[in-house]
């Protein structure tokens, strides 16, 4: 409950002027049935017309009054419930992406998109309801108590035995119910996470034509949500009509009760009327509560899940910094005997004891088989993670001891698996830096060999993308994230097997004019073919975790038996093959 707190303290004042105006509209309501009782007894019996006019235009007087509050009411209401939508929403959305990724990694993608969407949607709707019905079904049902007992005591027994049961009925619906909607909530993740599953890989799934394949699993996870549905809504329709039958049979036992003692000459017409009167808004009131109860458990399961995510503390704190690092030391990296592992894979460590250090302005490249833990030192660097045991220093700093924020604007980075985004090429290259000109988009874009491509586009640099970069080639994608990592002038420029689907021509030229760009700039380059890092100042050779070599080309040929394995099966062979040839 903690994380709403701030919500009540900004929309308070409006949230109880909404209340005001539910309570105005309740005591309008609940004023009518017994003015109508003196309408009938005082007027229409009597034959006293003056009164039927008297009080026909108080009765037409609280009724505006009712309607202008209901009016008020709604206006309130919806804006108050529209702004805390929002406003959590994007709180919500802000806290995930200031999450480390161990944080993140705790929760499916497609259940944190749940509760940004879903789960708020019910807390808003249940907030909104609360300004609008949920507060005056209680004040109508309250105050219906009330006037029945004032009009007539006796009777009065009636609704006094009725709400104990109702009240019975709703907290056996609640204590059912809460943690089925919680099971909803939860196939309702799998519903997403499947149909966002089947998206991010439709064409793999068009390549090997497995259409029935995920039409089933599809179907297995929407059957799954319909089945938990079908039991919850089946239990809130055994609460529902036993609470109306309830109501109902008091409002017969009124009219029979009152039926003999108007016979026998104890109770008037007008009070029965009324009575009935009071009892249906009691039936109103009360189904109103079992339906706010039944949102209740709703809005809790998703308050619940929300309050998850705002509860997730980010596992990276930062500490003081010891010493100011030197300005020398600007674009330096350095490993010392540094261990990593995944969250739940403690017992597989994806780092162990990795030592190495890169001298600022220094080209070096990372070479290893899948799995030795390439892409992980990329990820400690610009401290997604931090590590199990040992330090990464960056700039000559403890990257522990420097606020995220800060460390990554030195630091540019080209993901293994190309991330474009919904807008123009232009846009996207200049993503990486806000204040860049169209210069320097067009530099950093021949500088990636992508301007050319570009320019034969029909709008060149306006060229719309879709979803992902969906309608750029695998290597046109590559290029475009190269230009966005080039264009923001880093100290550090991290590229991570982001040319593999470039021609080795293509990469040969981006390569050369990295060398002529990026002076002074320390360059990692993470690679799978052994002819992109054979000209860099210095390899890192992994294998299983572990560093196993570091020098130049001729170097590791001599002394590293990975590296050697390496080159004989993407380089030698191929020559040998080539010599016999000849």
Known sequence: MGYLLPYYRKHGKLFYLAILFVTLEAL????????????????????????????????????????????????????????????????????????????????????????????????????????????????????????????????????????????????????????????????????????????????????????????????????????????VMRIMAAFNPAVMLTVNFGIVAVIWLGALRVDSGHMQIGHIVAFVNYMTQLLFALMTVFMVFNMLVRARASHTRIGEVFAERDAMQTAPLEREPSPDAKGGISFDNVTFAYEGMENAAALKGVTFDVLPGESIGLIGSTGSGKSTIASLIPRFYDTSGGVVRVNGADVRQVDPRELRETIAIVPQKTVLFTGTIAENIGWGRESASREDIELASRLAEAHEFVSTLPDGYETRLGQRGVNLSGGQKQRVSIARALVRKPDILILDDCTSAVDTATESRIKQAL???????????????????????????????QVVGIGKHETLLRECEVYREIFQSQVGKESRSNVKAE
Not at 84 to 112: H, P, T, V, W, Y
Not at 143 to 152: I, Q, R
Request: charged share 20%; with cysteine.
């Open 28 to 231: 309008a309501d609940l004023t009518l049935p017994t003015v109508m009782a003196h309408i009938l007894d005082s007027g229409v019996a009597a034959g006293n017309l003056h009164v039927v006019w008297r009080l026909g235009g108080l009765m037409l007087l609280i009724t505006a009054g009712g309607a202008v509050a209901a009016a008020m009411r709604n206006i309130v209401a919806s804006r108050v419930s529209q702004k805390f939508g929002a406003e959590l929403r994007g709180d919500l959305f802000r806290k995930i992406q200031l999450l480390g990724f161990r944080n993140i990694d705790r929760f499916e993608r497609a259940s944190l998109i749940t509760r940004l969407t879903n789960d708020v949607t019910q807390v808003q709707n249940f907030v909104n309801g609360l300004m609008r019905i949920f507060v005056k079904a209680p004040l109508l049902g309250i105050g219906s108590l009330v006037m029945a007992a004032l009009l007539n005591p006796r009777l009065a027994i009636v609704p006094a035995v009725v709400v104990p049961i109702v009240a019975v009925l709703i907290a056996l619906n609640m204590k059912f119910g809460f943690a089925r909607f919680l099971g909803v909530q939860k196939a309702l993740d799998r519903v997403n996470a499947t149909m966002r599953e089947y998206l991010s890989g439709v064409r793999v799934v068009k390549a090997f034509n497995r259409f029935d394949f995920e039409v089933d699993k599809f179907e297995e996870s929407n059957l799954q949500y319909r089945d938990r549905s079908i039991r």
């Open 515 to 545: 060398r002529d760009y990026a002076q002074g700039i320390t360059c990692l380059l993470i690679a799978q073919r052994i002819t992109s890092v054979m000209d860099l100042d210095k390899i890192v050779v992994l294998d299983e975790g």
